[in-house]
């Protein structure tokens, strides 16, 4: 049973920086690629971006409300996907979620986590 | 960018009623468009994939269609536990982006 356990969520103060996981079983997690997503209170989903699998170069894409202010990395060998936010502002309060592509090149997501709550504020 | 625009925002459903809820996009993304269903509290899971091929374990009367720019989900027979939040997604071109949302409510 594909898994995937978001963790790392804090209240944190605006321009501070913090990292969440994103912890995945029943797969084989170096064969896919992984999105990070979030959802504002009461609003809608947001893609934040994603990093391929290392077959496909592990590289990663960005939404242009995040690019140069976060970072998603990937750990294969402990089945975890990490994204890096720096400079936090209170617009990125919002509950965050990691999901599982399809296999290969696809860019659908087809499982996700349950979420972890970031909140920003002074 | 591409923009997914839902239609309607909010619809109120008699159980065994189908309902329909359309997806458009703002420049023609072929098949590439996914439908997922969100409950109060929980991470969306995906129903749809490109367009009308359904996902592992949901039920049949769950169904897309659609191609280009026009897509619909429609749900047959709707049973209490469909009351939710529906996204489409399309997964064609960079931004990856979501349609805002259409909320199903039980009457």
């Known amino acids: 049973e594909v898994q995937l356990v978001e963790s790392g969520g804090v209240l944190e103060q605006p321009g501070r920086s913090l990292r969440l996981s994103c912890t995945a079983s029943?797969?084989?997690?170096?064969?896919?690629?992984m999105s990070w997503f979030r959802q504002a209170s009461g609003k809608g989903l947001e893609w934040i971006g994603f990093?391929?699998?290392?077959?496909?170069?592990?590289?990663?894409e960005y939404a242009a409300s995040v690019k140069d202010r976060f970072t998603i990395s990937r750990d294969d060998s402990k089945s975890i996907a990490y994204l890096q936010m720096n400079s936090l502002k209170t617009e990125d309060t919002a509950v965050y979620y990691c999901?599982?592509?399809?296999?290969?090149?696809?860019?659908?997501?087809?499982?996700w986590g349950q979420g972890t709550l970031v909140t920003v504020s002074s | 960018e591409i923009v997914l625009t839902q239609s309607p925002d909010f619809q109120s459903v008699t159980p065994k009623e189908k309902v329909t809820i359309t997806c458009r996009a703002s420049?023609?993304?072929?098949?590439?468009l996914n439908w997922y269903q969100q409950k109060p509290g929980q991470s969306p899971k995906l129903l749809i994939k490109?367009?009308?091929r359904s996902f592992s374990g949901v039920p049949s009367r769950f169904s897309g269609s659609g191609s280009e720019t026009d897509f619909t989900l429609t749900i047959n027979s709707l049973e209490a536990e469909d009351a939710a939040t529906y996204y489409c997604?399309?997964?064609?071109?960079?931004?990856?982006?979501f349609g805002g949302g259409t909320k199903v409510e039980i009457k």
């Open positions: 999901g599982r592509h399809g296999g290969g090149s696809s860019w659908t997501t087809e499982y």
């Open positions: 029943g797969f084989t997690f170096g064969d896919y690629t």
């Open positions: 990093i391929r699998s290392k077959v496909y170069g592990e590289t990663a």
């Open positions: 420049q023609s993304i072929e098949t590439s």
């Open positions: 490109t367009a009308s």
């Open positions: 997604h399309q997964s064609s071109h960079l931004p990856l982006s």
